[in-house]
């Protein structure tokens, strides 16, 4: 039986990635609302953030474990927990900023915040289609 080391390793990054935007929304927190977002748009950015992480990990991570269960560890399968991880930072760096989850001031290099939230997004989007086509493959 194949043991999903890569999963469990991917996991391990994502927990401790949640758990730094779990800390920078709670941060924002101390100085209000202490629940929901008010008018805060950096609230609402930080919320989304982890949320957003939250929301694509979970089903990504079993999908990935059932892959991996499936094929084992192969380069394929490494090339996705990357591309995951790295999709998954620059979509945290995108919202970084009120360019990149809002869309203001995106004057010269703020651009970038923009830039960096599509590419996380489109790469979360290449990584779970590659993850069930990888089932579909390993099924055939």
Request: charge should be positive; aromatic fraction near 6%; proline fraction near 2%.
């Amino acid at each position: 039986m194949n043991l999903p080391i890569y999963t469990a390793a991917l996991g391990a990054f994502l927990i401790v990635m949640q758990a730094v935007l779990m800390v920078g929304v709670g941060a924002r927190r101390l100085k209000g609302p202490f629940i929901g977002l008010g008018d805060d748009k950096n609230m609402e950015r930080r919320v989304r953030r982890h949320g957003n992480l939250a929301e694509n990990s979970g089903l990504f991570l079993a999908v990935l474990a059932l892959l991996e269960l499936l094929v084992g560890q192969t380069p394929f399968l490494a090339a996705l927990c990357l591309l995951f991880a790295v999709a998954r930072l620059l979509h945290a760096a995108g919202f970084s900023s009120l360019a990149g989850s809002h869309g203001e001031d995106l004057s010269g290099a703020r651009k970038g915040f923009a830039a960096m939230r599509a590419l996380g997004a489109f790469g979360t989007l290449i990584t779970a289609l590659g993850a069930a086509g990888g089932i579909a493959v390993a099924l055939a």
